[in-house]
């Protein structure tokens, strides 16, 4: 009788200590912000993945399993939830679209998508992720016109939006993006004249815009810039 209470005390402060260092074991692991899962998923439906990379996006969670490309903070932030810091999804023969839910990816830093086949246009709403740092969308076939939302983007250091088939002019709103030294946005047809206005970007480093098709002149401010190294630029299009 008393061996098999002992037995049974036994099995309960096994069973306790199992319980709790599960607890302590699930707050150190953490999961992944319900509305970046979202995004995730939005973003995948809208890309076409002939090499099945991104297979593994529907398993376990983002940041706790083994997402293709999905790099995250593993350190769990105010709201109790890990967040997706990165997506690298270069050069995986993605074709297909932007998802505009991109944009509730609200902690990102890097958006790799460079070297795919990707078509369509950039979603306005990359232009709300205002913790972005590097966005490159290089080497794809995207078209239309360079959303004005880009401007809102206080932290990004680059833009690589080069060998696309993007259109349209430079948006004014980029004179905004007092973070960014380089513009990468050769071979596109951007077109129109290079606004006054980006000559007062401080700390404007690569300024890329040969092989479009702009108009006019260089706005004689930008002589006067700072940190100016390299700015390739044809002016007048193949009609002069
Ligand atoms: C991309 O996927 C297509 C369709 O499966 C395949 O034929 C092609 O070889 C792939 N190209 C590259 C560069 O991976
Ligand atoms: C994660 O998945 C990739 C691609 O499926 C694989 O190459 C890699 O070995 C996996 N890593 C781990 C830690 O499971
Ligand atoms: C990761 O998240 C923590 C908590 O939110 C934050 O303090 C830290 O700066 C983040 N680390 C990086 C590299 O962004
Ligand atoms: C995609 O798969 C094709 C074969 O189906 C292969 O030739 C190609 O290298 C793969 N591309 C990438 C980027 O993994
Ligand atoms: C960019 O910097 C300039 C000069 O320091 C400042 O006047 C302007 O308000 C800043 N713009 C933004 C969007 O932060
Ligand atoms: C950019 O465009 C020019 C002119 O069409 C072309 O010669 C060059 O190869 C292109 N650059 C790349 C890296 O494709
Ligand atoms: C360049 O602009 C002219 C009009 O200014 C237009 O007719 C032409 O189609 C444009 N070319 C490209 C490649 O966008």
């Not at 992720?129 to 360079?146: P, V, Y």
């Not at 260089?218 to 700072?226: A, D, H, R």
Request: hydrophobic share 40%; proline share 6%; glycine share 6%.
């Amino acid at each position: 009788m008393y061996l098999s209470r002992a037995w049974t005390c036994g099995l309960f402060i096994v069973a306790w200590l199992c319980c709790s260092s599960l607890l302590v074991g699930a707050q150190y692991i953490g999961i992944t912000n319900p509305d970046e899962v979202k995004a995730l998923q939005a973003i995948k439906s809208s890309l076409i993945d002939p090499n099945k990379t991104l297979s593994n996006w529907d398993q376990g969670d983002p940041c706790t399993s083994n997402w293709t490309g999905v790099v995250c903070n593993n350190t769990i932030s105010d709201d109790g939830y890990l967040h997706v810091q990165q997506l690298q999804l270069l050069h995986m023969n993605l074709s297909g679209s932007l998802s505009p839910a991109l944009g509730q990816s609200s902690n990102l830093k890097i958006l790799d998508f460079m070297w795919n086949s990707i078509s369509g246009t950039i979603p306005k709403e990359i232009g709300s992720i205002t913790s972005l740092e590097l966005l490159l969308l290089n080497g794809n076939q995207l078209t239309g016109f360079l959303p004005e939302e880009l401007g809102n983007l206080p932290n990004l250091n680059r833009i690589q939006i080069d060998e696309n088939h993007i259109s349209g002019p430079i948006p004014t709103s980029f004179a905004n993006l007092n973070a960014t030294q380089h513009f990468h946005m050769n071979n596109n047809s951007i077109s129109g004249q290079i606004p006054h206005e980006l000559s007062r970007l401080p700390n404007l480093f690569h300024f890329l815009l040969d092989n479009n098709n702009l108009s006019g002149y260089l706005p004689p401010e930008f002589s006067e810039l700072p940190q100016l190294r390299i700015l390739l630029l044809f002016i007048l299009n193949q009609s002069t």
